[in-house]
């Protein structure tokens, strides 16, 4: 019996100096696999995970990556403003490191890999709001996007930055694009494959194990602004806070329904202390976890599974 080819999906979520630890870790797997990466077929990257996989595509290294990261990030997060009405940063700084790190003339038809890249449309030529994915499969409407622009587009988090190109970051609804990555992959239109051909390595930024207590009588003002805010693994901003971690969750928990043992996630609890996505000051601690974390479930799935 012939043995059908597989269809490799590396996935990479968002969350700003968090991307330290998926770099960390992609490092880690790269040193112990050295044609994992050439192995990959389809990288979907939001946010900064955007950013690490369009680097990926376009022949950087995770290490240059995460040298850049750390040379960069105090560059891109600087002279904070106040944010209640205007963003906390421009992007002039953002779109200068990407046109660096990304090459401004790149675009993502001249990458070497397939890659997928969501953004929000905020406002279209005709009709409403939308989600976009940026992607080079053949017949794609942006596939000759600069790679700078669709990095920035998903990495322009709303409050934090400004829209771009009437644009905002992929996380609102795709922070963990695995189901994204799955979807074109089997996509008649694009990737062409059968389900049951894919493996899917998905790489996370870290989550805090939070929860809720005597929520029965909360209305706007609590959800907004958690009264229980200083108590040990409480979110702040708690309705932010259970959309973004229930999209991130549910989107695993799909992947792994569809591949079962084709599919693997690796992630890190980051405690009760939350990191967020501009504490650049966080960065040797996500570099840190990185480095300590226990691959040997990932690395007996690429052995048996994605080779």
């Known amino acids: 019996m012939v043995q059908r080819r597989k269809y490799r999906i590396l996935t990479l979520d968002g969350g700003g100096i968090r991307s330290a630890y998926t770099a960390t870790i992609l490092i880690r797997l790269a040193a112990k696999f050295p044609t994992l990466l050439k192995s990959v077929d389809l ?3 939001t946010s900064a995970g ?7 595509a376009s022949g950087k290294t995770p290490q240059e990556s995460l040298q850049f990261l750390i040379q960069n990030a105090g560059f891109v997060f600087s002279n904070p403003r106040p944010p209640l009405n205007q963003p906390e940063y421009s992007n002039r700084n953002l779109i200068i490191a990407m046109t660096q790190f990304l090459t401004g003339t790149l675009r993502l038809n001249q990458l070497k890999k ?12 005709s009709g409403p709001w939308r989600p976009a994915v940026f992607n080079n499969f053949p017949g794609s409407p942006n596939a000759s996007v600069r790679v700078v622009d669709a990095a920035v587009a998903s990495q322009s988090l709303p409050i934090a ?9 992929g996380g609102v609804f795709a922070n963990n694009p695995s189901m994204l990555g799955i979807s074109y992959g089997v996509d008649r239109r694009f990737g062409r494959q059968r389900l049951e051909d894919i493996v899917l390595l998905s790489i996370g930024t870290g989550f805090n194990p939070y929860r809720l207590n005597g929520t029965e009588n909360w209305g706007a003002i609590q959800w907004s602004l958690n009264p229980n805010r200083n ?5 702040t901003f708690p309705l932010n806070t259970v959309n973004s971690d229930g999209v991130n969750e549910i989107d695993t928990q799909y992947s792994q329904s569809l591949l079962n043992d084709r599919f693997n996630r690796i992630n890190v609890n980051l405690g009760a202390e939350a990191v967020a996505a501009d504490d650049v000051s966080a960065i040797p601690r996500m570099i840190a976890l990185g480095k300590q974390s226990n691959l040997t479930r990932a690395e007996s799935f690429i052995r048996t599974r994605w080779f």
């Open 114 to 125: 397939q890659v997928v890249v969501p953004a929000f449309q905020v406002r279209t030529p």
């Open 161 to 169: 930055f400004p829209s771009y190109m009437n644009f905002v970051d």
């Open 50 to 56: 955007a950013a690490l996989g369009l680097g990926l």
């Open 231 to 235: 108590e040990k693994f409480q979110p």
């Open 43 to 45: 990288i979907a990257g």
